[in-house]
C-alpha cells in the first residue's frame, strides 16, 4: 500500500479541518511505517491507539462546529462517526484475539477517510464558510 498523501481536492474549505484531516493521514502513514517496518505490536498498537484517539477528537471537533452552526446534516454526520468508531473497536477486539494487525484494518481506515472526507465533510464547507468558518 503506497503512502497516503493530502491533496488541495480533498480540501473542506475549513482550515482547521483540512489540517485535522492532514494530521489524521499522518498518523495513517505511522501506522503503515510501524507495520511495514515489522515493529513490534507494542509500537503498531501505541499508534493505532493514538490514531484513534486523535479521530474521535476531531469528529467531536466537527459536530461542535455543527451544533454551534446548526449545520442541517449533522444527525446524518454524527451517524458516520459513530459507525467508524465502532468498526475500530471491533478490529481492536478481533486484533487482541488474533495478536496480529492486519494490513487489511490499515486498508479499511484509509479508505474510510477518503470515502468520508469527499462524501460528507466536503458537504459541510459550503455551509460553515456561509457561517463565517473557514
Ligand atoms: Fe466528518
Ligand atoms: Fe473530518
Not at 511495514?36 to 499508534?47: A, G, L, T, W
Amino acid at each position: 500500500m503506497a503512502l497516503f498523501t493530502w491533496k488541495d481536492e480533498y480540501s473542506t474549505g475549513v482550515v482547521q479541518f483540512d489540517n485535522e484531516h492532514k494530521r489524521l493521514i499522518a498518523l495513517i502513514n505511522e501506522l503503515h511505517t510501524a507495520m511495514m517496518e515489522s515493529r513490534s505490536q507494542d509500537v503498531v498498537q501505541d499508534v493505532l491507539k493514538k490514531l484513534v484517539q486523535y479521530t474521535q477528537i476531531h469528529f467531536k471537533h466537527e459536530e461542535d462546529v455543527f451544533a454551534r452552526t446548526g449545520y442541517p446534516d449533522a444527525a446524518q454526520h454524527k451517524i458516520q462517526h459513530k459507525k467508524l468508531v465502532e468498526q475500530v473497536m471491533a478490529f481492536n477486539t478481533g486484533r487482541e484475539k488474533n495478536a496480529c494487525l492486519s494490513i487489511d484494518v490499515l486498508k479499511f481506515l484509509k479508505q474510510w477517510l477518503l470515502e468520508h472526507i469527499e462524501k460528507n465533510d466536503k458537504a459541510y464547507g459550503g455551509f460553515l464558510n456561509s457561517k463565517g468558518i473557514v
